[in-house]
């Protein structure tokens, strides 16, 4: 006797959702460079992000110490794009105290190099970077700029990268393409859904996944998306 298998319905994992079409919204699906079938219930993250690069101010530096982005997470989970600033705001023999601020000019954190000659100061707030001091010490207004551009605004799949937050739930399943991206309709706003209804990416399995489900309740939650 054959076997039969329903599918995800479309829906499927929605408890309720705003009147009309207002928790829906017509989002791009980023195409991976390989076939790929979305389940309904999928969660999605938005690239609002991209690559972030730094060097020295404007001007130039009297101090020759140098910064290195971390080479795995250089944007983190909050930033934005546009120039983030990192200035010496008290200069010391071998050190330095840093100031960090966004691209709206908001101070997100002090901090100081430590370690003596040749000792180093981390950031790790919305960017994620080391100053190491040199020979020469920084003064006063010394720093780097580091630029993080914008993000192509396409959703993928929810991996719950440092700086992908869980943002929306694709309402129905679809085959993106090989080549070229996907108009997909998706739940973004004002909605209870059922948990075991969503589905996460298969790469996330054991401990990884139990911390993307904490982590997208959270961002889900602040988008009006509760889970049940």
């Known amino acids: 006797m054959t076997t039969l298998t329903e599918g995800r319905r479309a829906g499927e994992f929605l408890l309720s959702e705003a009147n009309r079409t207002r928790s829906r919204d ?32 404007s001007g130039g530096n009297t101090g020759n110490g140098t910064i ?30 840093f100031r960090l601020e966004d691209p709206d000019g908001d101070v997100i954190a002090d901090a100081a190099i430590t370690g003596g000659a040749g000792g180093t100061v981390a950031f790790a707030e919305q960017v994620k970077f080391v100053i190491t001091d040199a020979g020469t010490d920084f003064v006063v207004g010394d720093g780097f700029d580091i630029t993080v551009a914008a993000g192509s605004l396409k ?11 869980a943002g929306a739930i ?11 991206d996907l108009a997909a309709v998706a ?36 988008a009006g998306i509760i889970i049940r």
């Open 155 to 165: 959703w993928a799949p929810f991996l719950n990268a440092a700086n992908r937050e």
């Open 26 to 57: 017509t989002v791009t699906l980023l195409s991976s460079g390989a076939l790929a079938v979305l389940a309904a219930g999928t969660l999605l993250a938005q690239i609002d992000v991209g690559a972030a690069t730094a060097a020295a101010r």
């Open 170 to 180: 694709l309402y129905d399943t679809v085959t993106v393409p090989a080549s070229g």
């Open 68 to 97: 290195t982005m971390d080479a795995t997470t250089p944007v983190l989970a909050g930033a934005k794009p546009g120039i983030y600033t990192v200035r010496c705001i008290a200069a010391a023999t071998n050190g330095g105290t």
């Open 187 to 222: 739940i973004t706003r004002d909605a209870e859904v059922k948990a075991d209804d969503l589905v996460y990416d298969s790469s996330l399995s054991g401990g990884a996944l139990t911390a993307a489900k904490a982590a997208a309740a959270v961002s889900l939650a602040a």
